[in-house]
């Protein structure tokens, strides 16, 4: 491990973040420990990122630039004086060489054991003597599911969807594809729906359902996100924006309807990458490539105040 560095010690509100790892038998995951200056191991934060090659400070080698979104969280935390782990799913940045060999041996379900060691890793070796769960958007799911397989003191839904991954791509595609690839992404669908992959698949959907990520598929549709929070026993909190074009405050309700316990949070004027943005589609897109776009000033006030209060919990 490395070792720490002091950022404005003058202040000292939080340490530099400290890169650890998790062997695993098939590879070296990796990820960033933020934690404030006077860190006594009560409780740590595992910040899990979103879909497709998203990195665990929240960036995408799809996108020309970074936005920055979960690092600046994990710092806000850290200076809010609440640790966390922010990590790379496996196969994606540094996390890149414990990825399989093959594009078709990584389920959704990966990503979940992989979050299920963390916490073990966090709770045994690291000291922690509470760990929290927070997903966002993709991530949200992969920590819900986590938690069923793993007690956890807490979980934060951030910008997560309520529905599950089948009907979630039918209505993204409506608008997107002509008439003949949308009749057949459809079909492709409700093979995937029934556990069936799918040999033959227009050039056009490739990108989308090529044999080889249909596994992958398949293992993340079999999950229903409201169903599976009716199921959590932790303290549970959904924050969603209201500007998100990714995920509806409405999928935000469902969640908290079907976990009426949890505390849900709308945030007014926050986007997909948690920054403050308006509706207008071009500012939007320039978001998620903004690094100098600070985090929605309304975001981290709810999220620290829920773990804050897991914090101070005493042991059960």
């Not at 799809?62 to 969280?73: A, R, T």
């Not at 935390?77 to 782990?85: E, F, H, K, T």
């Not at 943005?277 to 985090?295: C, H």
């Amino acid at each position: 491990m490395k070792r720490l560095l002091l950022i404005f010690p003058f202040i000292g509100l939080s340490l530099a973040g400290t890169e650890i790892e998790l062997k695993t038998p098939t590879g070296v995951l990796k990820g960033t420990l933020e934690q404030p200056a006077q860190e006594e191991k009560s409780l740590v934060v595992l910040i899990h990122p979103g879909s497709g090659p998203t990195d665990r400070d929240g960036n995408s080698i799809g996108l020309p630039g970074n936005n920055d979104s979960l690092k600046m969280l994990a710092e806000g935390l850290a200076a809010r004086g609440i640790a966390s782990v922010r990590i790379d799913k496996r196969g994606i940045a540094a996390s890149k060489a414990a990825g399989p060999k093959k594009e078709d041996d990584l389920l959704f379900d990966t990503y979940v054991d992989d979050a299920v060691s963390w916490i073990g890793y966090l709770q045994g070796e690291m000291g922690f003597k509470k760990v929290a769960l927070l997903g966002h958007s993709e991530g949200a799911l992969i920590t819900l599911i986590a938690a069923g397989k793993k007690p956890v003191a807490g979980y934060v839904s951030l910008s997560g969807t309520a529905k599950r991954a089948s009907p979630l791509l039918r209505e993204q595609l409506k608008t997107k594809l002509p008439p003949n690839l949308l009749t057949e992404s459809t079909v492709i669908l409700q093979q995937l729906d029934q556990g069936q992959k799918v040999a033959k698949v227009s050039p056009e959907l490739n990108v989308l359902f090529r044999p080889s990520v249909q596994p992958y598929l398949i293992s993340w549709i079999k999950y229903t996100p409201t169903e599976e929070i009716a199921k959590l026993t932790a303290p549970a909190l959904i924050v969603q924006g209201t500007t998100d074009i990714q995920v509806s405050p409405a999928d935000a309700d469902a969640l908290h309807e079907a976990q009426p316990e949890s505390k849900e949070v709308k945030i007014e004027g926050m986007n997909h990458v948690l920054k403050a943005v308006g509706t207008d589609l071009k500012e939007q897109v320039s978001s998620y490539s903004n690094p100098k776009l600070p985090l929605h000033p309304g975001l981290l006030g709810p999220v620290a105040e829920f773990l804050q209060g897991i914090q101070g919990k005493p042991e059960p």
